[in-house]
């Protein structure tokens, strides 16, 4: 290895594996594109390492960038991280990066944050939408909105409620099918889920052996999704009960045979406590979810 390889050139390489060509990278990093070109030669140069060949589909990044790619990545998070505390300091103003479940941060976060905006103008609220855990560790996200408990000591977490779902209909679709009385009744409904295994199906299979993916007429791995078509009629699905409750139009279907409890967070790292900025979010976020478990 060379000198040591600067920001912008690992920039350009992360852009490059992101879009597959030299050309895709500039236009997404705002680079012409011989400049990007010169900085993936720079960085192959300083680390003694090739990192693309070319085929015809494009650049294929070889095993070095592979392996090279987690490390690039955090770098990016700590760049994206020290641009959002650099612009707060001492006053509720810059970037919040906040992460959610696909439900979560749709239906349920934005309102909260309509508010903490209106209350804080010079806030921006990055809204990251994604039923992996971020890390915060290494600042992929501000804060984070959990469904499980977080285990790191470097974590400030506060449990805001339990969030129950359960098995829930369209009013119109049990007009025309009927209403189940008994789990083994659903074997003669459509049955909204998802189109792979998950921990959410293992758990529930627990309590309800036959809810699992060969039973779903309907398969999709968005839980945003599974919400559209229960609202949509097509069957029956699960939702979380606190959500239905805002859709009169959806009913609870076998809730004594089918509830799932899910403990909920919000975390952020520990270093963030004094940032206003974070904190403000931190708290508008965990006062408008209790209210919204109620």
Same mark, same amino acid.
């Given at each position: 290895?060379?000198?040591?390889?600067?920001?912008?050139?690992?920039?350009?390489?992360?852009?490059?594996?992101?879009?597959?060509? $030299?050309?895709?990278?500039?236009?997404?990093?705002?680079?012409?594109?011989?400049?990007?070109?010169?900085?993936?030669?720079?960085?192959?140069?300083?680390?003694? $390492?090739?990192?693309?060949?070319?085929?015809?589909?494009?650049?294929?990044?070889?095993?070095?960038?592979?392996?090279?790619?987690?490390?690039?990545?955090?770098?990016? %998070?700590?760049?994206?991280?020290?641009?959002? /505390?650099?612009?707060?300091?001492?006053?509720?103003?810059?970037?919040?990066?906040?992460?959610?479940?696909?439900?979560?941060?749709?239906?349920?976060?934005?309102?909260?944050?309509?508010?903490? #905006?209106?209350?804080?103008?010079?806030?921006?609220?990055?809204?990251?939408?994604?039923?992996?855990?971020?890390?915060?560790?290494?600042?992929?996200?501000?804060?984070?909105?959990?469904?499980?408990?977080?285990?790191?000591?470097?974590? $400030?977490?506060?449990?805001?409620?339990?969030?129950?779902?359960?098995? @829930? /209909?369209?009013?119109?679709? $049990?007009?025309?099918?009927?209403?189940?009385?008994?789990?083994?009744?659903?074997?003669? %409904?459509?049955?909204?889920?998802?189109?792979?295994?998950?921990?959410?199906?293992?758990?529930?299979?627990?309590?309800?052996?036959?809810?699992?993916?060969?039973?779903?007429?309907? #398969?999709?791995?968005?839980?945003?999704?599974?919400?559209?078509?229960?609202?949509?009629?097509?069957?029956?699905?699960?939702?979380?009960?606190?959500? &239905?409750?805002?859709?009169?139009?959806?009913?609870?279907?076998?809730?004594?045979?089918?509830?799932?409890?899910?403990?909920?967070?919000?975390?952020? @790292?520990?270093?963030?406590?004094?940032?206003?900025?974070?904190?403000?979010?931190?708290? &508008?976020?965990?006062?408008?979810?209790?209210?919204?478990?109620?």
């Amino acid at each position: 290895m060379t000198d040591d390889p600067s920001w912008e050139l690992y920039r350009s390489y992360l852009g490059v594996l992101r879009e597959g060509s $030299l050309s895709g990278a500039a236009r997404s990093l705002g680079l012409a594109q011989p400049t990007v070109g010169r900085h993936i030669e720079a960085l192959e140069t300083s680390l003694g $390492l090739a990192l693309f060949t070319r085929s015809p589909s494009g650049l294929l990044p070889t095993p070095a960038a592979l392996e090279l790619k987690p490390h690039a990545e955090a770098m990016g %998070h700590a760049a994206a991280a020290l641009l959002r /505390a650099a612009g707060s300091q001492g006053e509720v103003k810059g970037s919040v990066r906040v992460s959610a479940s696909e439900v979560i941060g749709a239906e349920v976060l934005p309102p909260i944050v309509a508010r903490l #905006r209106a209350a804080h103008p010079g806030l921006q609220v990055e809204l990251v939408l994604t039923n992996r855990v971020e890390d915060l560790l290494r600042r992929e996200a501000d804060i984070a909105v959990r469904m499980t408990r977080p285990r790191q000591d470097a974590l $400030l977490a506060r449990h805001v409620g339990v969030i129950e779902v359960g098995l @829930h /209909a369209h009013r119109r679709y $049990l007009r025309e099918r009927g209403t189940p009385r008994a789990f083994a009744d659903l074997a003669h %409904h459509a049955l909204i889920g998802f189109d792979e295994e998950t921990p959410f199906i293992r758990a529930a299979s627990k309590t309800a052996p036959g809810w699992r993916r060969q039973a779903f007429s309907l #398969r999709t791995d968005s839980d945003l999704a599974q919400l559209a078509l229960i609202r949509a009629g097509a069957g029956i699905g699960v939702c979380q009960v606190a959500l &239905a409750r805002s859709h009169r139009d959806l009913v609870r279907v076998l809730a004594d045979d089918f509830a799932y409890r899910m403990d909920t967070w919000v975390t952020m @790292h520990e270093d963030l406590r004094h940032s206003p900025r974070c904190k403000a979010a931190f708290d &508008a976020l965990a006062q408008g979810l209790q209210q919204h478990i109620g």
